[in-house]
């Protein structure tokens, strides 16, 4: 259980305040890179509770600018590309990717141009993403992950629906190696049924470990099969899972955009062209009516994504922690919450958090994809081996008998 205050400083994403701060020394996705083309050259982002236009100029550079014209308001969505930047469409104003202001139509307003900086964020372009740094410069590098740097393979994307809720409840769950066996224990294409429903698949399950390395918090699930598993939470806001990077990227304080990049390697070392500009899919909303909150919404529950959705979407906006009753398989999710704690600390302390890289030519970081059981699959997150378990599974045909 947590104080109000406590559950405020890790959930809160603005600008100033504590989690904010962490998450603004890592730089996030925030656009899939094919969505801003000459024919759409602007795309509204709101990332960590700022209200942002991300454009292509005519030169070809992406900028990322605060959305309302340091002018008079009106929106840079609507702004003109052109060479040197994008024209706000009302008066004419003309930015740069860095926020230098160019022109001030109708005059030419000099001491504007010289005191006036329109906010602007570095971005980059990888792996069909559009990455955004906003936090104090010197920027970082984007860390080598294994999942977003090999060349070995292929990549895919998916984006998922808007979720509708903190982040940070979504990140409690990528800690939570005992929630999978019952919450996933019926997703479409298992095909083992559990002997109860109040325990899933949980007994197969019988212990699990975890432990701090430098980049976030590795998770072993033991099986009774003797088989186990491995896969990182990769600090702040990752989780890996099979080959894929499933990161929750903070909108605002109640709503996260969720885009899972999945990597696979090839079986002779060969680079696929999809490795640099991976094919995109775009996930149907999970919840009918799609823009409405629990509980005036009704949660799909055949997948695996859809049903963590419901998960961390009907524990509330953001989640009360102060009316929570954790027991001893909560440990992760309380070692998860004190190591946060710790790198907010050294953010307020003017030091770096764990995992940011500022060496550009760092080696490539190992997440260890190859002891993950999934990580032929991975694009779901089941992370479910049960069918190589012989403890409890009982047949599909006795399910039944088992649910009665
Ligand atoms: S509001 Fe943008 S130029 Fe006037
Ligand atoms: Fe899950």
């Not at 989690?19 to 990332?47: C, M, Q, S």
Request: with cysteine; hydrophobic share 35%.
């Amino acid at each position: 259980m947590l104080s109000i205050e406590e559950n405020e400083r890790l959930t809160r994403v603005g600008p100033g305040t504590p989690a904010g701060e962490l998450l603004r020394r890592y730089w996030h996705p925030v656009a899939v890179a094919n969505e801003l083309t000459d024919e759409n050259p602007t795309k509204f982002v709101r990332i960590l509770g700022e209200d942002l236009v991300i454009f292509l100029d005519r030169s070809g550079r992406l900028g990322l600018l605060a959305d309302h014209c340091s002018h008079r308001g009106a929106s840079l969505l609507y702004g003109r590309v052109e060479e040197r930047g994008i024209s706000c469409a009302y008066h004419g104003w003309l930015y740069d990717y860095e926020g230098n202001i160019l022109e001030t139509p109708p005059e030419r307003n000099d001491a504007i141009m010289n005191s006036v900086k329109h906010k602007a964020y570095p971005v980059q372009r990888l792996v069909g993403l559009i990455w955004a740094y906003m936090g104090p410069q010197p920027a970082p590098a984007i860390p080598p992950y294994d999942v977003i740097a090999r060349k070995d393979g292929k990549r895919r994307i998916t984006v998922h629906p808007m979720l509708d809720c903190n982040w940070f409840q979504t990140m409690e769950n990528a800690a939570d190696p005992t929630h999978a066996p019952i919450l996933h224990q019926d997703h479409s294409g298992q095909t083992a049924v559990p002997v109860n429903t109040t325990r899933g698949f949980i007994d197969d399950q019988p212990s699990f470990d975890f432990w701090p390395v430098e980049y976030g918090i590795m998770k072993q699930r033991n099986f009774l099969n003797g088989e186990s598993d491995q896969h990182p939470l990769v600090f702040p806001n990752i989780l890996r899972s099979g080959g894929t990077f499933q990161i929750r990227v903070p909108v605002d304080d109640t709503h996260t955009w969720r885009v899972d990049l999945n990597f696979q390697a090839s079986d002779d070392g060969s680079s696929d062209p999809s490795a640099v500009d991976p094919p995109v899919r775009y996930a149907e909303p999970y919840k009918d009516p799609p823009d409405a909150l629990h509980p005036f919404t009704r949660m799909q529950m055949n997948t695996v994504p859809q049903q963590d959705h419901m998960a961390w979407e009907t524990q509330r906006p953001i989640s009360d922690r102060t009316a929570e009753h954790l027991a001893d398989g909560d440990r992760a999710i309380v070692f998860l919450r004190r190591l946060t704690m710790e790198n907010i600390s050294k953010v307020e302390q003017g030091l770096d958090p764990i995992g940011v890289i500022r060496d550009p030519a760092h080696p490539i970081i190992d997440t260890n994809i190859a002891n993950d059981l999934n990580a032929s699959g991975g694009q779901t997150g089941a992370g479910r081996p049960y069918g190589l378990s012989t403890g409890t599974l009982v047949p599909r045909s006795a399910r039944s008998r088992a649910e009665a």
